[in-house]
């Protein structure tokens, strides 16, 4: 039963992009399937994956409206401990899970499925309750929507990724815009998620000048000064920032393969961040 926690955990988590409801789904799937009557069940994985599944869907569906302060970020995962590293290789790296918030949640199902998973278009039409043909074209819509993004992880020089985070935190503690300009894109996107609790400067900053620019207003105004650290979060570099003995604020990058970033997810909801703590 343990291997089956696992592999539905991976499976929640790619789905709702939070860790602890999928924790939660996934308790309440294996209970329920305890108290159940199994002789009409003939192959008791593939009933715990399609239960797992639509009750993910399902959550997603009610909670497709969040209330929060910026723009909802999908929740870190640290693949430090033993438990996250068995669901590591199937777990979608950062980016596509915030690209993934764009899809339907039967697209984004049916990806996953696919592309994490290797199902095919006949086992995903069992799982879901939809035809064949449906199942492809719920693909093809998911991938147009996630730019042909793969979905394994980007395995870009680990040294490339660790130089850039250093320049980055080397940059922001100068509060340097012009150091910033340099490792960032011309469309480089900013994105912050304070939860429903902290209120953050912006949801949203697009474009090079105007990152940098607020990247070292951020710093100047609440990251001086703090301790940091470095992590690989999702397999994508993240920096966090210390206030005693609590993560303030993190930023997760997505860096291209000559060292520059494409995209910063600025994570300040402490309930996002107390598990990573």
């Given at each position: 039963m343990q291997e089956n926690y696992r592999q539905l955990l991976t499976y929640a988590y790619n789905i709702t992009g939070s860790y602890e409801d999928s924790q939660d789904l996934v308790q309440d799937v294996l209970e329920k399937y305890i108290s159940l009557d199994k002789t009409e069940i003939r192959n008791e994985k593939n009933f715990l994956i399609k239960s797992t599944i639509n009750h993910a869907i399902n959550f997603k569906n009610r909670h497709t409206k969040k209330m929060v302060y910026g723009e909802w970020l999908p929740e870190p995962l640290s693949f430090d401990n033993a438990e996250n590293r068995l669901i590591q290789e199937q777990t979608a790296r950062y980016t596509l899970l915030v690209l993934l918030e764009k899809l339907t949640v039967k697209e984004r199902a049916v990806y996953i499925l696919k592309e994490a998973f290797d199902y095919s278009h006949q086992e995903i039409a069992q799982l879901l309750d939809i035809s064949v043909e449906n199942s492809r074209k719920l693909l093809s819509r998911a991938t147009k929507h996630l730019q042909n993004i793969e979905y394994k992880p980007d395995h870009i020089n680990s040294s490339i990724s660790h130089e850039t985070l250093s320049q980055y935190q080397k940059a922001l503690s100068e509060g340097s815009i012009p150091m910033l300009e340099e490792l960032l894109l011309n469309d480089i996107r900013l994105s912050a998620d304070g939860g429903q609790r902290v209120r953050v400067i912006k949801a949203v900053e697009v474009g090079k000048s105007a990152t940098a620019a607020l990247?070292?207003?951020?710093?100047?105004?609440?990251?001086?000064?703090?301790?940091?650290?470095?992590?690989?979060?999702?397999?994508?570099?993240?920096?966090?920032?210390?206030?005693?003995?609590?993560?303030?604020?993190?930023?997760?990058?997505?860096?291209?393969?000559?060292?520059?970033?494409r995209e910063i997810y600025s994570i300040v909801d402490p309930e996002k961040l107390k598990r990573l703590t």
């Open positions: 990247l070292a207003y951020v710093q100047q105004q609440f990251l001086n000064h703090k301790l940091f650290t470095f992590h690989r979060f999702n397999h994508q570099p993240a920096i966090c920032f210390w206030r005693e003995n609590q993560i303030y604020n993190c930023h997760i990058l997505d860096v291209d393969r000559d060292g520059r970033i």
